[in-house]
């Protein structure tokens, strides 16, 4: 039986823009022939994409590397490589795309929901495009850039129309297996089951979603035992079923049970109190407190049918009152600035992709290529930008992996 995995680690790296080609046009009929160098193509992005036939994290468990394809090189005659192939990873719906640190980039809420976690590098340009006035046959060409690369936390949150929550060895797995097709793991002790399941309910021309969340027990909004990842299920369920073991072993009221299976929400997300919910008393065939309110016994039946009616009525309502979302996506704000800092040994580093963009795909062994290079950043102010904030003749400037010298009158 294939493991239910809510969270892993991700890693993925865009495919590298292929090298532009440097080449002159060679024909007999043309004497004094130009640069026809083609450029590379660009690298594919890696996306991640809502898919509901995908349940869990599991492929990415022991297999959590995903790459996209790499650009073609650029050939004479003007040909353009190719560009790399985009790798589409599908993950389930209700997957929450987040940083090492923790900043949300994407939440794929929905089936087709789509967010580009690493972009591919672009093609370097051939040396046709450095064609000019003043540099009539350009020997240079730049390198493909490398794909961004980026480590992520994914983690899933269930989509569920309404969720059972109870303390352990309550009754909701066996519940669930009852009132829909789920099959989870039933047995007359506590923590059975360890991952949530998800059954489609049918009753009466209504159809709704039903999750059983793990048992929760006191102090689990604190994270005790498995708690807040228990809980993060219950985020996005519409209607929230408190079921209530009348039969509990422990000694434990039903008014206490319920006491505390809301404390636990409510120091996990105080908005989940507000959340539309029925409160049920399960194992009535072998209660041993009294209960005013509904109750049910999945063994024997009783009070299912009346049960699952309300939990439908609800959740049409609920429906209603907030129409379904069709997914949303934040996205990654992407650096196109560029700033002077000081590293901590001294030396002035250029941050800023646009900035890095101009050395990295540069051959600086080429005395062409590395003019053109000092022409680009002077154009861009950074030169300026250096020489205001205090740098000297002979001080070290870096731009990504590159450590330039910073010269008077030249960046």
């Not at 660009?42 to 990415?60: E, H, M």
């Not at 490589?81 to 209700?94: C, K, N, Q, T």
């Not at 009466?204 to 228990?230: C, K, M, N, S, Y």
């Not at 000081?342 to 002035?348: M, N, S």
Request: hydrophobic share 40%; aromatic share 6%; proline share 4%.
């Amino acid at each position: 039986m294939a493991q239910f995995v809510d969270e892993s680690q991700l890693n993925v790296r865009g495919g590298d823009g292929g090298a532009g080609a440097i080449s002159f046009r060679r024909e007999a009929h043309v004497p004094r022939g130009g640069p026809d160098g083609g450029d590379g193509g660009a690298g594919g992005d890696v996306i991640l994409q809502a898919d509901r036939n995908v349940a869990s994290l599991l492929a990415f468990r022991d297999h959590p590397h995903r790459r996209a394809g790499s650009g073609g090189h650029g050939q004479g005659k003007g040909r353009h490589g190719s560009r790399g192939e985009d790798l589409v990873v599908a993950v389930p719906e209700g997957t929450m795309v987040k940083s090492r640190d923790g900043d949300v980039f994407a939440d794929l809420v929905r089936h087709g929901d789509r967010y580009v976690a690493a972009h591919g590098g672009r093609g370097g340009r051939g040396n046709a495009r450095f064609l000019s006035n003043a540099r009539r046959a350009p020997s240079f060409a730049e390198q493909g850039e490398y794909g961004e690369e980026h480590w992520l936390n994914v983690e899933v949150k269930l989509l569920a129309d309404a969720a059972l929550v109870g303390f352990p060895n309550a009754g909701k797995s066996t519940l669930i297996s009852v009132v829909s097709a789920a099959k989870p793991k039933i047995a007359d002790y506590p923590f059975t089951t360890l991952e949530p399941h998800l059954g489609v309910v049918r009753f009466d021309g209504h159809e709704f979603v039903l999750a059983d969340i793990p048992g929760l027990i006191e102090g689990a909004a604190e994270g005790r035992g498995l708690g807040q990842r228990f809980l993060r299920h219950v985020e996005r369920a519409r209607v929230l079923v408190l079921l209530l073991d009348l039969a509990n072993t422990e000694g434990r009221s039903p008014e206490e049970q319920e006491r505390v299976l809301l404390s636990e929400l409510e120091r996990y997300q105080r908005q989940l109190l507000d959340r539309p919910r029925l409160v049920v008393g399960s194992k009535a065939d072998v209660a041993a407190f009294p209960f005013e309110g509904m109750r049910v016994s999945a063994v024997t039946h009783e009070g299912l049918s009346n049960l699952i009616g309300q939990i439908a009525e609800v959740v049409d309502a609920a429906r209603v009152a907030e129409p379904e979302s069709e997914g949303f996506v934040t996205l990654r704000p992407r650096e196109d600035g560029w700033s002077v800092v000081r590293d901590d040994d001294g030396a002035w580093r250029v941050r800023g992709r646009v900035a890095e963009r101009v050395v990295a795909v540069a051959d600086l062994t080429n005395p062409e290529a590395l003019s053109y290079v000092q022409e680009r950043l002077r154009r861009m102010g950074i030169e300026r930008a250096l020489h205001r904030a205090g740098a000297r003749e002979g001080d070290v400037v870096r731009l990504g992996d590159v450590e330039l010298e910073y010269v008077e009158g030249f960046a």
